[in-house]
């Protein structure tokens, strides 16, 4: 009688064991909302930031293109799902328009940071980008040595909520930033800067090329330090999408192997080796 005592209680204890472990093991059927919505839809909504050359808004038509934009079709017609282009997005406001839930994905390429991934998660990178420092044609105050911004009597010109504004406020925070709104064109801040409101602007070359092409004579690249900050540009999805963000890996992936990625970069590149591209297996 004591044994089966003892027998009964070990089993209820085992039984009992085994029924905490199953509750509190994660479910193999991930909830992921925005997945199941794109694939139940066949549409995958999206916000976007317009910024050249990365995406691009003709202000006459109101078309769309860019590299983000032209990879990300690609990506949608190998998945057979159709683009919702929602909403124009702020910069600042990126992770939290994934995070509500307002759209799926930002079909802008965005530059990870800690901030951005606390509530965001980026997909693989379709390119690097770097990100260099301009000053005007005139000033070499900062040639070989950048640690020179960091005065009190220099302006850095930023835009609200983007890279330009995260890198002043972490390197140089002595500096005085000079501050345009997101909704700005990023190119402004070359305007900025060769105008004398800002001295100094941290930008992608694909950008600031483009800008000394139309304005000759009016900026530069600060000499002797290279890029600043080197990023992967990514699309932006959140974290309680993981099945979305695995589905969109692996059709990025299938564009990078196949040199889809590339030939879209080429189209773009107005000026060689502005863009750092992922390098594939050969």
């Keep these: 009688m004591r044994f089966q005592k003892y027998l009964s209680a070990i089993l209820a204890l085992f039984a009992c064991s085994i029924f905490v472990t199953s509750c509190n093991k994660p479910s193999s059927s991930t909830s992921d909302a925005a997945y199941d919505r794109t694939i139940g839809t066949g549409t995958l909504k999206v916000g976007y930031v317009t910024y050249p050359p990365s995406f691009i808004t003709d202000p006459n ?17 190998n998945l057979s799902l159709k683009i919702e282009f929602a909403e124009e997005i702020p910069f600042g406001s990126v992770a939290e328009a994934v995070d509500s839930g307002r759209v799926d994905l930002i079909a802008t390429g965005i530059w990870p940071t ?36 960091n005065d009190a009597n220099v302006k850095i010109s930023v835009m609200d909520g983007e890279m330009s504004s995260i890198i002043a406020s972490s390197d140089y925070k002595d500096a005085k930033q000079v501050s345009l709104p997101q909704a700005s064109d990023v190119s402004q801040l070359l305007l900025e800067v060769s105008g004398g409101k800002g001295d100094v602007t941290f930008i992608e070359p694909a950008v600031a090329l483009a800008f000394i092409a139309k304005n000759p ?8 330090v290279g890029a600043v900050r080197a990023f992967p540009t990514a699309y932006l999805v959140s974290k309680n999408s993981p099945k979305l963000k695995s589905m969109l890996d692996i059709a990025v992936q299938e564009l990078i192997g196949n040199g889809d990625v590339d030939r879209v970069l080429d189209k773009y590149e107005e000026f060689p080796n502005s863009f750092i591209r992922v390098p594939r297996v050969k």
């Design 217 to 224: 004579g009016k900026i530069k690249e600060v000499k002797g």
């Design 114 to 149: 800690a901030s951005r991934g606390k509530k965001a998660d980026f997909i693989t990178p379709i390119f690097y980008s770097p990100v260099k420092a301009y000053v005007r044609a005139n000033d070499n105050r900062f040639d070989n040595n950048l640690s020179k911004i």
């Design 61 to 77: 038509t109101h078309q769309f293109s860019g590299i983000s934009h032209d990879i990300l079709v690609k990506a949608a017609e």
